[in-house]
């Protein structure tokens, strides 16, 4: 399935952005979805992942409770939404599609069959 990112920018620190992830299949509702980031000169770290259904979100200790995800499966599309941003939170972000879709939340970039391009989000002091 190919993947496109969008919605990234530059944003003051305590700021909001929405990430979104649009997806060119018909049969988006079988993925489980991800997002990853990658900030210069670190490994792609995993942000939030969801279920098929969007019933089950994960996040990474570092965004819970500011980053929220979520998807419209009639839409083909993923969200990011993305409060509170810190500075340490730039990066580029990419979203990943999982194509068994049986589990959701999986942290390792091999798991998953597909990215988009990426987007970069710069939070400024």
């Known amino acids: 399935v190919q993947l496109q990112a969008s919605g990234g920018g530059l944003v003051q620190a305590g700021g909001s952005l929405k990430l979104s992830c649009a997806a060119s299949?018909?049969?988006?509702?079988?993925?489980?979805m991800a997002w990853f980031r990658q900030a210069p000169g670190k490994e792609r770290e995993f942000v939030a992942g969801?279920?098929?259904?969007?019933?089950?979100?994960y996040y990474s200790d570092s965004v819970k409770g500011r980053f929220t995800i979520s998807r419209d499966n009639a839409k083909s599309t993923m969200y990011l939404q993305m409060n509170n941003l810190k500075l340490e939170d730039t990066a580029v972000y990419y979203c990943?599609?999982?194509?068994?879709?049986?589990?959701?939340?999986?942290?390792?970039?091999?798991?998953?069959?597909?990215w988009g391009q990426g987007t970069q989000v710069t939070v400024s002091s």
């Open positions: 990943a599609a999982d194509g068994s879709g049986v589990v959701a939340g999986l942290k390792d970039t091999y798991e998953y069959d597909d």
């Open positions: 299949t018909d049969s988006f509702s079988s993925y489980a």
């Open positions: 969801i279920s098929w259904s969007g019933g089950s979100t």
